[in-house]
């Protein structure tokens, strides 16, 4: 079964700080990797994807198979990153279905 | 961008009635929907996979007869929360996927969610 875990259900950083949003996942397979942001009052929008290997916002996720982690990173946080974020895994195996981690709250204070 | 669009965007109703939910893809069609059920500070979960023009497949756990889907068009998928009770209160979205070649492939797209409370 596929499982994905995000340790933190808060973090809180200061503007201009560094922000790591950590995430675990397990799958028997080559998964997919994403992360969602959801802001306030807002519907829940894909930031990036492990594919892309691209940087949105800021920030970047590398995808670490032997570790399996896909941890979410921003070098220096802004307070419009405050939001809800959540680790997503999809793939073949399990008929491409999203399954989402339990999401990390980011608070960056001023 | 692909737009998903949800009505009603909130709903109460007495126990013991059906209340449905819409879920539209705006500007392009997809074949498949998911519908997904979050409790407050909470995750999503997975509630069901909708594919139009077939059954939907639920996950384990989730009651086909309480929770009707039906995905009859490409830019359509309704959820009905049959005789629906205080514990089936909570926040549906879905999302949908476009088909190959269009925009929306492969990246899922998410409504903006439906807040249920029955009484």
């Known amino acids: 079964a596929q499982r994905v875990t995000q340790p933190e259900k808060l973090l809180s950083v200061f503007k201009g700080a560094p922000v790591e949003l950590k995430c675990n996942y397990s799958?028997?397979?080559?998964?997919?990797l994403f992360w969602y942001v959801q802001y306030s009052r807002q519907r829940l929008q894909l930031l990036l994807r492990?594919?892309s290997r691209e940087s949105i916002k800021g920030f970047t996720a590398d995808l670490n198979k032997g570790e399996t982690s896909f941890h979410l990173k921003k070098p220096f946080a802004q307070e419009e990153d405050s939001a809800m974020y959540y680790c997503?895994?999809?793939?073949?195996?399990?008929?491409?279905?999203?399954?989402f981690g339990g999401g990390t709250r980011v608070l960056v204070k001023p | 961008g692909a737009v998903v669009s949800q009505h009603p965007s909130w709903v109460i109703c007495k126990s013991g009635t059906s209340v449905k939910i819409e879920c539209r893809s705006l500007?392009?069609?997809?074949?498949?929907m998911f519908w997904y059920r979050q409790f407050p500070k909470q995750s999503l979960m997975l509630m069901a996979t909708?594919?139009?023009?077939?059954?939907?497949?639920?996950e384990q756990g989730v009651e086909k007869d309480k929770f009707l889907i039906n995905h009859a068009s490409l830019t359509l998928s309704t959820l009905t929360v049959t005789s629906a009770h205080p514990e089936d209160s909570s926040f549906y979205i879905c999302?949908?996927?476009?088909?190959?070649?269009?925009?929306?492939?492969?990246?899922?797209?998410f409504g903006e969610g439906s807040r249920l409370t029955v009484l």
């Open positions: 492990h594919i």
């Open positions: 909708s594919n139009e023009g077939s059954k939907a497949t639920y």
């Open positions: 799958y028997s397979g080559s998964p997919e």
């Open positions: 999302s949908a996927r476009g088909v190959s070649g269009r925009p929306g492939t492969g990246e899922l797209f």
């Open positions: 997503a895994l999809s793939g073949r195996a399990a008929g491409n279905k999203l399954t």
């Open positions: 500007d392009f069609q997809a074949t498949t």
